[in-house]
């Protein structure tokens, strides 16, 4: 069975620092990876997806994230934390092929201190 | 930007109760959704629908908890008698049948239902 894994409930950063935000997952086959980030009272938004084309991603707002598999990993990035990426952000995988079964991991909380 | 549209934003309910959340999802999408959320816990897969029927479903997802397509625009989720347990954000989301948008979810802000 598919299972995500985020390390870390919270992260905290200072203004201008390095994101990181860590994802693990298991899959039996070649999955699909996402990154979503939830703003206060609103939706999950896509930040940017994986699905078997270049391993590094680009998505929105200067993130990207990079498709390990001899690690599992899926860890997403910003070189430079904005006040504006406070936010809650989900990794999520499904298989190829299942339609939109995303199984979401717990989600990071990131905070942004000036 | 094509959005998918929820209401009610927040319902509070008695238990035993029916509730009915809408959605009106993207208008070129197939394939609907519905995930919910339990307060500090994970976003969790309800059902997705496609055709005008159920193609996959949770164990969440039992016969109090049916889902409905009544019309062109209208994607609905029911709650026969609600328990104290369903108290969740409940997000729908929609999403391309093919191409490059398949598999890429679009989500609504969410209806959070409290119920009592």
């Known amino acids: 069975a598919q299972s995500v894994t985020q390390l870390g409930s919270h992260v905290s950063v200072s203004e201008g620092a390095l994101v990181l935000l860590r994802c693990n997952y298991s899959?039996?086959?070649?999955?699909?990876l996402f990154w979503y980030v939830q703003y206060p009272n609103q939706g999950l938004q896509l930040l940017l997806k994986?699905?078997?084309?270049?391993?590094l991603v680009k998505g929105i707002n200067g993130f990207e994230a990079e498709f390990k598999k001899s690690e599992t990993s899926f860890h997403l990035t910003k070189p430079s934390a904005h006040m504006s990426d406070a936010a809650e952000y989900f990794c999520?995988?499904?298989?190829?092929?299942?339609?939109?079964?995303?199984?979401f991991g717990q989600g990071t909380e990131l905070s942004v201190k000036p | 930007e094509p959005e998918v549209t929820q209401t009610p934003s927040h319902q509070v309910t008695q238990m035993g109760q029916e509730v009915i959340l809408r959605c009106v999802p993207i208008?070129?999408?197939?394939?609907f959704y519905w995930y919910r959320q339990i307060l500090g816990q994970k976003v969790e897969f309800l059902v997705s629908?496609?055709?005008?029927?159920?193609?996959?479903k949770s164990e969440i997802f039992d016969d109090q908890f049916s889902v409905e397509r009544p019309d062109g625009s209208n994607f609905t989720l029911k709650i026969r008698s609600t328990k104290l347990e369903d108290s969740a954000m409940y997000f729908c989301?929609?999403?391309?049948?093919?191409?490059?948008?398949?598999?890429?979810?679009?989500f609504g802000a969410g209806s959070r239902l409290t119920v009592l």
């Open positions: 989301a929609s999403s391309e049948t093919s191409g490059p948008g398949a598999n890429v979810l679009t």
């Open positions: 899959s039996s086959v070649p999955p699909y």
């Open positions: 994986y699905t078997s084309a270049a391993t």
């Open positions: 999520a995988v499904s298989e190829k092929n299942q339609g939109g079964k995303l199984i």
């Open positions: 208008s070129n999408h197939l394939y």
């Open positions: 629908f496609y055709n005008n029927e159920i193609s996959e």
